[in-house]
């Protein structure tokens, strides 16, 4: 299928021919008819991912504070590498369209229909592109009459009645619209609809004509003289009732404006980005309010609104930015005794294949534009045709890859590109255009959106697996189930139902699977394990990781699609104690501090071995990202050794100390993924004792098990 696509390294922008999305759990997959241009946005994106990394730094000093904490921690080139993975990120285009459904996922049977015509919402998922997955709460059905060029400036109408609504503004009362755009145009009709008295600024003479031509009540050009008098008249002396900001500039005129024509406490919304900064004093005497005006509405920016589809009940949150695109496309309709037209904003028509030239446009601003529509063919593009890949050699390690997200591609798919006997077979991912974009980037032989693309190729010999957690599972048991050895990214699963499904699989296949459980490989962590051999006895270790902070809305804190930070990171430090013990684990006992985030992010583990050693792993998400993530002390036969990062290594025995560095941050990724391939070449057996792996699994759920019943686990 065709899909517009932007490079946010260079900011090149193209038309390219991506494999098609398949509709997920709670999804629905659209073909779509029409998609809207959002020109102030998407010129801004685009404008963006164009400027220099010098130029994109002044613009997020944000960013760049995180990326030298990570220089700091890591080291220049780990943070390098990830800064330059995240550049490399293909950016989907595109956020309000409209289609027809051709497929209905799992769950919302009945919700949605084939063949049924739909408004779609959301960046990264309303794509200007010839299908799209959307989940149901971005997705509401188009009412009759209303055709799909219409309905594709819902979500830019649902934009507006939300800032509107945002304003309060009752009967009667005069509301100014800064900014003439889509937005400003569609909020002034909304606000006329609703009894309210909307006039319009802008620089624009045309649109100004254009806004009165739609219901404004009165328009003033920005560039004439005599605006606050005017509005003063216009009010009876007061000044308006509120002003809602609409405009794209970097300028902060639009504030000083709004303080000048706003009546005393009146309410400024702001719905279009613009400088910030306003006058204070003028603001202050006349105690005017500021909003800023979320998108769509309430649900935007909520994962569990928009991805999982949980609803919020309609006695407390009535217009949710569902309701809010329903509502729109409502007003839309021939059948409204109050319609919104939208008609009259259609500028330009471009068809999908010339996207580019559209774009062109809107950001050299050749031709007055306003709303700008793409249009998408009745048949979806066919993909090029691929060259047929080689026969498999003996003694290859042929892959196919599932999942390609952050980690994946800036760790896993270059180291695991430079590897010797590796072929690169299929990547799977759940969009197109990053499928398409990593088989370039890497070199895979195919891309698709289809796991079983990968799963039932008979030609490939190994899969990893680097999707989010709640699939690990069932996609290793799967690919054990068709003789295919499994690398995937810890954790290997949820629940124990989950590892016993994959240790049933195993059983019967003649493949194996090894965890990303990568710190084992490291050359420090092989380092010290060798001077620990040395020693007798007992080990005891305490291990103090500074993990940092995630906000507690990521999917990592979902129990059911992330398991939280304990399943899904902790277990790394729980298998690394498993190696430098060398012992069978036999306890876990585990407690938490206090939780005021929302997530168990600070724990406390201790993990006893048969041989009597002892580990405790402290992990928090309290510390500063400056302080180095890990540290490791392990005491043993009177040697001390200090592992700090993975960075150095110091060795104290007989009061004298050796120091060891790697030259850089090395966590064993490169040693993991090498080990898998030549075990894999060589038909096994796995890098790692499978049941060792299996008992690191089971120790992580035991520290949740742990902090649920307050007693020791045993294994």
């Known amino acids: ?57 002044k613009e997020r000093p944000d960013l760049v504070k995180k990326v030298l904490n990570k220089a700091k921690t890591d080291g220049i080139l780990a943070t390098i590498k990830a800064v330059l993975s995240r550049l490399d990120e293909p950016l989907p285009l595109g956020y309000s369209a409209a289609g027809t459904v051709i497929a209905v996922g799992a769950g919302l049977e009945g919700n949605f229909r084939v063949g049924e015509r739909v408004a779609i919402a959301g960046a990264g998922l309303a794509n200007h592109a010839e299908i799209n997955a959307v989940p149901e709460n971005l ?27 945002n304003l309060d503004a009752k009967l009667g009362e ?34 100004l004509e254009l806004a009165q031509k739609l219901g404004a009540e009165k328009c003033f050009n920005l560039a004439e003289d005599g605006i606050e008098q005017n509005i003063l008249a216009l009010t009876g002396g007061l000044g308006c009732d509120g002003i809602l900001i609409a405009a794209a ?14 009546r005393d406490r009146a309410r400024v919304c702001m719905v279009g980005l613009s400088g910030t900064e306003f006058p204070y004093a003028a603001f202050m005497k006349k105690e005017l309010s500021i909003i800023v005006s979320r998108s769509y509405g309430p649900g935007r920016y909520d994962e569990d609104y928009e991805a999982r589809g949980v609803k919020y009940p309609a006695g407390f949150v009535r217009w949710t930015e569902t309701e809010n695109l329903r509502e729109v496309l409502r007003l839309l309709a021939p059948s409204s005794p109050q319609k919104l037209d939208v008609t009259s904003l259609i500028t330009h028509r471009f068809d999908i294949g010339t996207a580019e030239d559209a774009f062109k446009m809107v950001l050299e601003k050749s031709e007055p534009h306003i709303g700008v529509v793409l249009t998408y063919p009745e048949t979806v593009s066919d993909l090029p045709a691929k060259i047929s890949p080689a026969a498999p050699k003996s003694g290859d390690c042929v892959l196919g890859v599932i999942g390609a997200g952050n980690f994946a591609k800036a760790v896993l798919l270059p180291e695991l590109k430079k590897i010797s006997g590796v072929r690169l077979h299929t990547l799977a991912t759940k969009r197109g255009a990053s499928a398409d974009h990593a088989q370039e980037t890497f070199g895979f032989e195919q891309a698709t959106t289809d796991e079983a693309t990968v799963l039932d190729n008979p030609d490939i ?30 954790p290997l699963g949820l629940t124990r139902d989950e590892i016993s499904n994959v240790e049933e699989a195993r059983k019967n296949s003649t493949g194996f699977f090894q965890i990303g459980f990568n710190r084992r490989f490291a050359p420090l962590a092989r380092q010290a394990e060798a001077e620990l051999a040395k020693t007798g006895g007992p080990r005891f270790m305490v291990f103090r990781i500074n993990a940092g902070h995630i906000p507690s809305e990521s999917w990592l804190h979902n129990a059911d699609e992330g398991g939280g930070r ?56 309290l510390g500063d990202a400056a302080v180095p993530k890990e540290c490791y002390e392990i005491f043993a036969g009177g040697t001390v050794l200090n592992l700090d990062n993975f960075r150095s290594l110091s060795v104290t025995t007989g009061g004298s100390s050796q120091n060891h560095a790697s030259g850089g941050q090395d966590k064993g990724f490169t040693g993991a993924l090498k080990a898998f391939a030549q075990a894999v070449a060589a038909g096994g057996p796995a890098p790692i004792d499978e049941n060792e792996l299996i008992e690191s699994s089971l120790a992580t759920l035991a520290v949740l098990e742990s902090l649920q019943s307050g007693h020791r686990v045993d294994l």
Do not use: W
């Open 1 to 57: 299928m065709k899909q517009v696509i932007q490079s946010a390294r260079s900011g090149d922008l193209n038309v390219k021919d991506v494999p098609a999305p398949a509709a997920g759990k709670g999804e629905i997959l659209v073909h779509n008819r029409a998609s809207l241009i959002s020109a102030g946005t998407e010129r801004m994106v685009v404008e963006f991912a164009k400027k220099s990394l010098a130029g994109k730094a």
């Open 139 to 165: 997705a509401a059905p188009i009412p009759e009459g209303v055709s799909d060029e219409e309905a594709a400036f819902g979500t830019i109408g649902a934009i507006a009645l939300h800032a509107v609504r």
């Open 174 to 207: 005069v509301i100014a619209v800064l900014g003439a755009g889509l937005v400003g145009q569609m909020a002034a009709q909304l606000l006329t609809l609703s009894g309210v008295r909307a006039i319009i600024l802008d620089y624009d003479q045309a649109r």
């Open 249 to 262: 500039t970097d300028s902060s005129e639009p504030f000083e404006m709004a303080a000048a024509i706003a």
């Open 461 to 490: 010999s190994a899969v990893v697996i680097a999707t989010r957690h709640d699939s690990h599972a069932e996609l290793t048991a799967s690919a054990l189930k068709a003789g295919k050895s499994v690398l995937v990214e810890k």
């Open 566 to 621: 304990i399943i899904g990171e902790m277990c790394h430090f729980i298998d690394l104690a498993r190696f430098f013990a060398g012992s069978p684990i036999v306890s876990v006992q585990a407690d938490a501090a206090r939780n005021s985030t929302g997530a168990a992010d600070d724990v406390t583990a201790t993990i006893r071995f048969e041989d009597g050693s002892l580990a405790t792993i402290a992990y928090t998400s």
